[in-house]
């Protein structure tokens, strides 16, 4: 697992979308609008709630029913109960108060066309109008306008300060295993590690608890995805995490690409999930012969795990949480070296082009600062694992930039201060590169890691 901070929120992203207006414009009481950007085989839903009253309300639930061609799936900004195809969303413990005049909203993902039918909020017609006092009636709306606005759709933001884990929920590593409920609270961010391919080309990508004969005080899946929906009942953010130490993925194929995209949806969608983590290690990326400029890659497993990455973020929307974890050989050795150029190693900066082209919708960036041999700074001196400088290094690099391999031309124009992190061992037995520390007593279930501001002193953090 591992543990990160963070210094300031991510700003929210402004989409396009389409509006299927559930209250006319002189409503009064509270309503409920409609709205979904549409994919392949569904649909990613906000739904706007307003408060055109004089007085504020301190809660909010919307229920509808669906057909059975149509299905909700993820979910985020409010708790979702279902019973058949009737589904109800209540407020999160930081969006129920609403004041006179204001709105907040919430989204979630569908699977099937159909809109939702049966509108209520709080008891009363998604159209507007008083609760009833004796009945549990529905009201159907009779009528509807469709329009196309922007606006602000909810952001996958994390908190000011974050602490991020790696929870090893596919397999005993050694030191025991955590059960989703008994997650620390310290944590704001769980990736479940990890989702694993058929095969390294296939692109399918699979997860499953880890077995009995492996961990005995594995949960039930039904405890499983309850302990999920109970740590984001308390604002945390559960992402699926892909790769590790042992799975290697590499999208060679338009095929492979788009099985990457079903099978990741799949696993977010089952279980309810806030995003993804890329922790591709190993030979999952690397760079073919004359592909040299990362701003435009032509190699096949970049170009092809940009487009999956860019489809599920359009899937899932700016709520989306799309965090990477690559090792210091695939990005901060790109300052000296680009791939096999020289006859290097075609891995060196294959990460680059990734960062490049996802930047505006990267949640969070936190290298491996271990498992590392020397890297040359932006001092031109090579800095070393397991110490201070190391981190202070290798963070400033990611935060400032660098010219990649050393062209002037080819500038990799530094991240920002919220979406960087640096990740290092909890303890010796976690990876090479452990950072001794006055709190460094850390389990070695756990990876940690602490942000800093460019040239700032570092704070670890360990759980």
């Not at 949806?265 to 591709?280: E, P, Q, S, T």
Request: glycine share 10%.
């Amino acid at each position: 697992m591992q543990l990160f901070a963070r210094i300031s929120a991510v700003a929210a992203l402004v989409l396009g979308t389409v509006i299927v207006s559930l209250a006319p414009a002189s409503a009064a009481g509270v309503t409920a609008t409609f709205s979904k950007q549409s994919w392949d085989t569904g649909y990613t839903a906000t739904v706007t709630i307003k408060n055109e009253t004089s007085a504020a309300i301190s809660s909010w639930k919307v229920e509808f029913d669906y057909p059975a061609s149509t299905s909700a799936g993820a979910y985020w900004d409010s708790l979702l109960t279902k019973s058949g195809n009737h589904y109800a969303f209540v407020n999160r413990e930081y969006n129920g108060s609403v004041a006179p005049g204001a709105s907040v909203s919430f989204g979630f993902n569908a699977t099937g066309t159909a809109d939702p039918a049966n509108c209520k909020i709080n008891g009363a017609a998604c159209t507007g109008g008083t609760p009833p006092t004796t009945s549990t009636t529905t009201t159907t709306p009779t009528t509807t306008t469709t329009t196309t606005t922007t606006g602000p759709p909810p952001t996958g933001s994390l908190p000011r300060k974050v602490l991020v884990g790696y929870l090893h929920a596919s397999f005993a590593n050694g030191s025991g295993y955590i059960p989703m409920k008994d997650v620390p609270d310290e944590w704001d961010v769980i990736n479940l590690s990890f989702a694993e391919p058929t095969s390294s080309t296939s692109g399918e990508l699979r997860f499953a608890q880890c077995p009995v004969a492996e961990c005995p005080n594995v949960e039930s899946e039904a405890d499983f995805i309850a302990g999920i929906r109970a740590q984001q009942a308390k604002g945390k953010k559960v992402l699926i995490s892909i790769g590790g130490q042992n799975g290697q993925v590499r999208l060679e194929t338009t095929a492979a690409r788009d099985a990457f995209v079903r099978s990741v949806g799949a696993i977010i969608d089952k279980y309810g999930l806030n995003g993804l983590d890329v922790d591709f290690e190993g030979h999952s990326l690397s760079l073919n012969s004359g592909d040299v400029d990362f701003k435009n890659p032509t190699t096949p497993v970049i170009v092809n795990l940009i487009s999956a990455l860019r489809s599920l973020k359009s899937r899932y929307g700016a709520s989306f949480v799309l965090t990477m974890a690559p090792e210091t050989f695939f990005v901060q050795v790109g300052y000296q070296f680009y791939g096999g150029a020289g006859g290097g190693d075609a891995r060196t900066g294959a990460y680059l082009p990734v960062i490049e082209a996802m930047r505006n919708d990267l949640t969070l960036l936190h290298v491996q600062d271990y498992n590392s041999g020397p890297v040359m700074g932006l001092d031109n001196q090579y800095h070393n694992m397991g110490g201070a400088d190391f981190h202070v290094a290798m963070t400033d690099m990611v935060l400032a930039g660098f010219p990649v391999r050393g062209d002037a031309s080819k500038f990799f124009t530094g991240l920002r201060q919220d979406q960087v992190a640096i990740g290092l061992p909890a303890a010796q037995y976690a990876g090479n590169g452990f950072t001794s520390t006055p709190r460094s007593t850390a389990s070695p279930r756990v990876r940690t890691a602490a942000a800093t501001a460019r040239r700032a002193p570092i704070r670890t953090c360990a759980a």
